[in-house]
């Protein structure tokens, strides 16, 4: 099997894991959505600790505590995907998985929205018009739910956001999340210990089953990470890209097919517009990549040629 097969592979892995998110988190109630992002916290950083000690890799303490920019940045980043994960427990809790779904649908579109504004970058013609595109889509869905789509836009806008800030921060997906989730960690551990001591927990007070499910949320949180990361560095970007879709399309037949979520006309009027935005996006990141494979094959057989042509000496 190649590389770029086995990287596939291990995408597929990681969003098919992502898009049976609802089903897990839907296991966890009773316990509030505050009470589960604080055990996600947790035990990520107990999952991740283990795992690092395995590897013994330690070192990115020294790099990190050397450089107050780093620090900082990962400090941004614990914050938006802390919303972020809060965002999505309370959504799927709040039996709203389609609506998650939007968020994560969306966005590719947020992201080149914050390359505009935040990096400076241009876009090109169908990047606008797929944009157009998406904002005409929140506006219908905002008349079919009679107020913006919160959720799905807090997810976009916080995962954008996230997707940003990590990529300048250039950190290894393991060493970052253990250092996002430590960051976290000791309000969490002061929330756990308030609800312990005041009798509303429900971890370790519902059933061994439900205990097990919320130990095992830090499992859950970065085993599929780690499997991005693996296919990240074998796939080309335009197949994450498309791969990304993977999730949200499977939320999506969680929240009809298993919750029985409703999706009137009007929403899947919304949801066919985000569609086509996705599509104009897709189509345009797979034109330029052709036209940029072309004019590198153009290039190298241009500097090639002449070594070709020189008589034998």
Same mark, same amino acid.
């Given at each position: 099997?190649?590389?770029?097969?086995?990287?596939?592979?291990?995408?597929?892995?990681?969003?098919?894991?992502?898009?049976?998110?609802?089903?897990?988190?839907?296991?966890?109630?009773? $316990?509030?959505?505050?009470?589960?992002?604080?055990?996600?916290?947790?035990?990520?950083?107990?999952?991740?600790?283990?795992?690092?000690?395995?590897?013994?890799?330690?070192?990115?303490?020294?790099? /990190?505590?050397?450089?107050?920019?780093?620090?900082?940045?990962?400090?941004?980043?614990?914050? /938006?995907? @802390?919303?972020?994960?809060?965002?999505?427990?309370?959504?799927?809790?709040?039996?709203?998985?389609?609506?998650?779904?939007?968020?994560?649908?969306?966005?590719?579109?947020?992201?080149?929205?914050?390359? #505009?504004?935040?990096?400076?970058?241009?876009?090109?013609?169908?990047?606008?018009?797929?944009?157009?595109?998406?904002? =005409?889509?929140?506006? =219908?869905?905002?008349?079919? *739910?009679?107020?913006?789509? *919160?959720?799905?836009? /807090?997810?976009? @806008?916080?995962?954008?956001?996230?997707?940003?800030?990590?990529?300048? /921060?250039?950190?290894?997906?393991?060493?970052?999340?253990?250092?996002?989730?430590?960051?976290?960690? #000791?309000?969490?551990? =002061?929330? =756990?210990?308030?609800?312990?001591?005041?009798?509303?927990?429900?971890?370790?007070?519902?059933?061994?089953?439900?205990?097990?499910?919320?130990?095992?949320?830090?499992?859950?949180?970065?085993?599929? +990470?780690?499997?991005? $990361? $693996?296919?990240?560095?074998?796939?080309?970007?335009?197949?994450?890209?498309?791969?990304?879709?993977?999730?949200?399309?499977?939320?999506?037949?969680?929240?009809?097919?298993?919750?029985?979520?409703?999706?009137?006309?009007?929403?899947?009027?919304?949801?066919?517009?985000?569609?086509?935005? +996705?599509?104009?996006?897709?189509?345009?990141?797979?034109?330029?990549?052709?036209?940029?494979?072309?004019?590198?094959?153009?290039?190298?057989?241009?500097?090639?040629?002449?070594?070709?042509?020189?008589?034998?000496?």
């Amino acid at each position: 099997m190649s590389d770029e097969r086995r990287g596939y592979l291990y995408g597929l892995a990681a969003y098919v894991l992502w898009g049976f998110f609802p089903i897990y988190f839907k296991h966890l109630q009773p $316990a509030s959505p505050f009470e589960i992002l604080a055990h996600r916290v947790i035990w990520s950083v107990v999952f991740i600790s283990l795992l690092l000690a395995v590897v013994r890799n330690w070192g990115f303490i020294k790099r /990190l505590a050397r450089s107050p920019r780093l620090l900082g940045g990962l400090a941004l980043a614990a914050l /938006l995907i @802390a919303v972020n994960w809060g965002t999505y427990i309370y959504g799927v809790n709040s039996s709203r998985v389609v609506e998650t779904a939007l968020g994560y649908f969306i966005t590719p579109l947020v992201i080149v929205l914050l390359g #505009v504004t935040v990096q400076r970058e241009r876009l090109r013609v169908l990047q606008w018009v797929a944009v157009g595109v998406g904002a =005409v889509a929140v506006v =219908v869905l905002t008349i079919d *739910y009679g107020h913006l789509p *919160y959720i799905a836009l /807090l997810l976009a @806008a916080s995962f954008g956001a996230y997707s940003l800030v990590k990529k300048r /921060l250039s950190l290894p997906p393991a060493e970052g999340l253990f250092v996002e989730s430590a960051v976290l960690a #000791v309000p969490a551990l =002061v929330f =756990v210990g308030w609800l312990t001591a005041s009798g509303d927990a429900k971890f370790g007070n519902v059933s061994a089953t439900h205990t097990v499910l919320m130990i095992f949320s830090g499992l859950a949180t970065a085993l599929p +990470l780690l499997l991005f $990361a $693996a296919s990240a560095n074998r796939v080309p970007m335009v197949g994450i890209g498309i791969l990304q879709y993977v999730a949200p399309i499977l939320q999506l037949a969680v929240g009809l097919l298993i919750y029985h979520e409703p999706m009137p006309p009007a929403r899947l009027a919304g949801f066919a517009l985000v569609w086509v935005a +996705l599509i104009i996006f897709t189509f345009d990141a797979l034109r330029r990549r052709t036209r940029a494979e072309k004019t590198a094959a153009g290039a190298t057989a241009a500097t090639v040629e002449p070594a070709t042509t020189l008589p034998p000496r």
